[in-house]
């Protein structure tokens, strides 16, 4: 763990504005560092977001044989050794606090000729693998996940996989990409069927890589198909900037930004921008300036103006769009009229933290009143005052507090938010730039 303040204090502001950019998008730096490895030929990538979940990875691949060169200020560049060519890891592979590297990388790992072991922290240690050890079994692969099918994960390997038709139990990107990733090698055709929509990075870059993929929809449920064994192609990638990180900046200008807030670079792949709909059916008003597209993923530049936000029951529909952005969305909620009542997002109960429960609690100390539901939680707009809230170690959940200085009365102090180093690295740099007064505590980790 780097040395990142363990604890924020958040002092309240009336008001945020100016233009800021926020770091590269972590889903899909991620998945540059795992393709770019097992691609033939050079990967590079802009704007590679080095966060603590994307380092984890990029040790991973290192120990996996991979050579990768990381400059700061420099694009990243990543010696593909094609999916034969990785080597047994003389190691476990650490994953940290990262549910994506974990899960993706057993898809990568399980039908390699050697074994090996991924593991994370203690976050990380509490999360389900079944979803993931489940499709994979039915290719072939043998692999055990620990007590109550968490961490740590072992993968035998040494067997050849075959591929599968697998319907997923829920909408989740994870688990679609760890079938998409294992049936690159697998002999014969994958098909992975889900429910809804979940984001689709993986699908994009393989095929910018060369990768022939056929995708259909069925009402509100999509299917990735794919013949392997397949050959990818090392190409270059221009990372946009995360709209998971953006969230926070877009319900801040929403709650403050009087003279508007511009947030630059913005990546808007339609599978994570459910929160604009979401903010802007309560009263939201969001400019999307300057779309265009950059490799594989539309980008935008977003100006974001302080209106007065309404409560609405958010469309189940829309979680699955917007499932990293509730702890925000809670924030947004708590400053609108009236109440917003979500349902239909149980797994947000499986994230880095319970995060319905976490940000149940955080707002109840500051004031707000919330009524937690199995499924999401009903919370009533109000006044906000100041507290110490405990973050419990999720990035998110800290950096929605910081936000929320914006409508308290008093500072808020946010303990253990040293895992916003996971996503986010430089967040007070950029919340000072927006014109929140967030500082480090005195706890640093
Ligand atoms: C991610 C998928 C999402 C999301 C997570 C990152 C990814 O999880 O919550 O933060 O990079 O694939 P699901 O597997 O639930 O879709």
Redo the contacts with the bound molecule.
Sequence with gaps: MSQHPNSFRALPVDRVGSTITVPGD??IS?RALMLGAVAEGRTIVHGFLASEDCLATQTAMEALGVSIRRVPGEPVQIDGVGLGGLKAPSRVLDLGNS??AI??LMGLLAGQPFACELTGDASLRQRPMERVAVPLRKMGAPIETGAGGKPPVRLRGGVRLRGIDYALP??????K?AVILAALGAAGRTSVHSPGP??D?TERMLQTMGVALTQSSQGAGHTVALEGPVKLRGIEIAVPGDF?SAAFFIVAGCIGARDGLTIRNVGMNPTRTGLLTILRAMGADIEIRNERGVGAEPVADLLVRQSALRGIDVPPELV?LS??EFPILFVAAAAASGTTTVTGAE?LRK?ETDRIAVMARGLETVGIGVEELPDGARISGGRMRGGTVDSRGDHRIAMAFAVASLLASDPIEIGNTAEVATSFPNFLEVAAAAGLNVHAGSDVR
């Design positions: 972590k889903s991620h549910g994506t899960r993706l829920m909408a989740s990107a994870q688990v990409s979940s984001r990075h998971s699955p499932i990293d797994e994230k």
